[in-house]
């Protein structure tokens, strides 16, 4: 991880510590005393208020409150309730997830914990992207530890409160980062969306009550217990409270994972964080929040980065992957390939999905080849637009909006490969540094 001064170490406070990833590092430098609290000190109503006054929001794309989320969950239940860690990192673009992982399970474990002391639960699972099963060592170790020290396990710390958490790891399907899928995985089935509603704080994992989150979330939560919800909502904008890990890639000097305060100015990111555009070329295009999400162009650098500006702006800030691109970038080869991408993870459950991409990748494709008719542009905004709501999941929408998006901002690109012409961008193109 490159350094910047700009950063606001909340989240990575630990990661420059020899042994970061052990109990013992973690627990000289405040770990676990936020659980302690919330189990010795507070009142779940307690909790959630704090959650709600630090204006934290969902770190996995979607930016839902997360004190709002939590106590959708019903206080009495038949049915056990469960606290599921999303920790499957697939949008391309994006790697923050694994680094509080390897660098800081702890955290992880003690704000699963929290959320178990919230909602009444004694089971939790994190569940772990395919291509991260290296992970699963640092991890399984951490649980080790934290059950040797009595933070997991039976009675914990002599309070009576039963907690068991345990890893899973996906097969790397992108698909199984959508909630309900990952659910589906999660109890040894096929990873295909669920029809919703019942959301699953009410019918979730095992059909009972569940808090659903991704890893930076849950790891955001010790600070704001230990520090006060009003300290977190400070650090970033209205609304938008906090630090984010944001990743950033593609054509800059100084690509990276970064933690900033929410709402900071995407034109700093870029220019003074990121070093600035490689090889000093002119500023074309980013992708604000992973590959799923609307492309920006340079009317929008002044953006604060928090979820309600983003979308202001006309995208979204998703995941907080940035990726960034100079002006020899081709759009239409970028379009081909994120679409390339949708179609081989779509899951095929939903048509509009499963033909949609394929149909779209294929017309990419023929564009960029220099096959395309000149109706084929609109036939390219035609098919997507049709797949916009129209499937049980969000792939459709992750598909179809970016491609849309491209159309519209760079359609001139789109006529410049019509008629047999050659990409002109084709021998203009820098090796980039985008991450998956």
């Excluded at 405040?30 to 969902?58: H, V, W």
């Excluded at 955290?107 to 290296?134: D, K, T």
């Excluded at 991890?139 to 530890?145: G, K, P, Q, S, V």
Aim: net charge negative.
């Amino acid at each position: 991880m490159p350094v910047s001064e700009h950063e606001v170490r909340v989240l990575t406070k630990r990661f420059d510590l020899p042994n970061s990833a052990s109990i013992d590092t973690y627990l000289a430098h405040d770990g676990y005393q936020a659980f302690e609290k919330a189990l010795k000190q507070m009142t779940p109503e307690s909790i959630l208020e704090e959650l709600k006054r630090s204006n934290l929001r969902g770190r996995g794309g979607a930016g839902f409150p997360t004190g709002m989320k939590w106590g959708f969950v019903p206080k009495e239940s038949p049915k056990p309730k469960y606290i599921v860690c999303n920790a499957d990192e697939s949008e391309p673009g994006t790697c923050k997830d694994r680094l509080l992982m390897e660098k800081d399970p702890h955290q992880l474990i003690e704000g699963i914990l929290i959320a178990g002391v919230v909602v009444g639960s004694h089971q939790g699972y994190i569940y772990v992207r395919g291509e991260y099963r290296y992970l699963l060592e640092i991890l399984d170790r951490a649980l080790e530890e934290a059950y040797a020290r009595g933070y997991l396990g039976k009675n914990i710390l002599g309070t009576g409160f039963d907690f068991e958490l345990a890893t899973h790891t996906g097969a790397g399907a992108y698909e199984c980062g959508e909630e309900s899928a990952l659910l589906e995985s999660l109890e040894g089935k096929r990873g295909i969306p669920r029809i919703r509603p019942p959301f699953p704080a009410v019918v979730g994992l095992y059909g009972g009550p569940t808090v659903l989150n991704n890893v930076e979330t849950f790891s955001a939560v010790p600070a704001i217990l230990r520090e006060g919800g009003e300290w977190y909502a400070q650090l970033g904008t209205p609304r938008n409270g906090g630090t984010r890990l944001f990743v950033l890639s593609g054509h800059v000097n100084r690509p990276g994972v970064y933690e900033l305060p929410m709402g900071f100015p995407l034109r700093k990111m870029i220019e003074e964080v990121g070093g600035g555009i490689l090889g000093g070329k002119k500023f074309k295009a980013v992708i604000p929040g992973g590959s799923s999400t609307p492309v920006l162009t340079a009317d929008a650098l002044d953006t604060p980065m928090d979820f309600d500006s983003v979308a202001k702006a006309g995208s979204m800030l998703g995941s907080g992957a940035v990726i960034v691109m100079h002006e020899d970038t081709c759009m239409v080869k970028v379009a081909l390939r994120l679409m390339q991408f949708y179609a081989h993870e779509s899951c095929g459950w939903c048509i509009p999905c499963r033909e949609g991409t394929d149909w779209l990748s294929k017309t990419l494709h023929r564009f960029h080849s220099g096959g395309a008719r000149e109706e084929d542009i609109g036939l390219i905004e035609h098919l997507a637009k049709n797949m916009l709501g129209r499937t049980f999941c969000p792939l459709g929408d992750a598909a179809a909006m970016p491609v849309i998006s491209f159309v519209k901002k760079f359609r001139e690109e789109f006529e410049m490969h019509l008629s047999g012409r050659p990409c002109p961008f084709e021998s203009k193109q820098e090796p980039a540094t985008v991450s998956r």
